[in-house]
Structure formats: structure tokens, C-alpha cells
């Protein structure tokens, strides 16, 4: 299935650094790509970041714990569900245990929470 096409404002460096949710794209100049070459982009920019040139590895943006491309996690500081968006600004590289299981996790219990919803019958 291909992916959805999404309006993106792009960054000077020509990656993209905003995926609009709304018609809120209409007062900026944007571009048309997949939403997978947009999320992409931002998570590849987002892991930039995190990198600390004194220990010579990518840390988690909360606790500085090692983080690699494939372990690291991309969280919204503000949820989509919130208002919030998929974008440079909004987005933080994070260890697992910073987003999903430790005590101070951004997503905490999520899993168990869910699990607790009875079937539909």
C-alpha cells in the first residue's frame, strides 16, 4: 500500500521539518512527499541531534543513556492526540526506558492500560 501524501515545510538544509495535520499548510510554503520520506527525514534529523561529540555516541535526549538508530525511540513532547505534531521542534530521540517502560516514561504503562479494555462482544 503506498504511503499517504502529506504537506511538509522543509528546512534550509532541503529535509523536512514539519508535517501539517490540518489546513494550517496553506500559510507556508510546502512541499507534497510520502509521509514515510517525511517522518524519515525528521527522525534522521531528530537522531542528529542527540549526538555528543565529547562521549562519541547518540544519547537519549532525557537520560543520556547510549541510544543507536535502531534502538532509539522518536516521541512527540506534545501528543498528536494533543494537538501536538510530527515535526523537529515537537520530536526528542529517546532511550526505551525513557519512552515506554521506566517510572518516569513518557508512554509509561501504555500496554497494560490497553490490555485492560474488555473485548468487544
Not at 495535520?21 to 517522518?39: C, M, N, Q, S
Not at 492526540?81 to 526506558?97: F, P, T
Request: charged share 30%.
Amino acid at each position: 500500500m503506498p504511503s499517504k501524501i502529506v504537506h511538509v515545510e522543509m528546512g534550509l538544509n532541503g529535509l523536512p521539518i514539519r508535517i501539517f495535520r490540518d489546513k494550517k499548510w496553506l500559510d507556508y510554503p510546502t512541499v507534497e512527499i510520502t509521509k514515510a520520506e517525511a517522518v524519515k527525514g525528521i527522525r534522521t534529523q531528530v537522531f542528529r541531534r542527540c549526538w555528543n561529540p565529547l562521549s562519541g555516541n547518540f544519547e537519549c535526549e532525557k537520560c543520556g543513556r547510549t541510544i543507536t538508530w535502531i534502538s532509539g525511540e522518536m516521541n512527540e513532547r506534545i501528543p498528536k492526540g494533543s494537538g501536538g505534531e510530527v515535526s523537529l521542534d515537537n520530536c526528542e530521540a529517546l532511550c526505551r526506558s525513557c519512552h515506554q517502560t521506566g517510572p518516569d516514561a513518557a508512554h509509561k504503562d501504555r500496554r497494560w492500560q490497553t490490555a485492560k479494555l474488555s473485548p468487544k462482544e
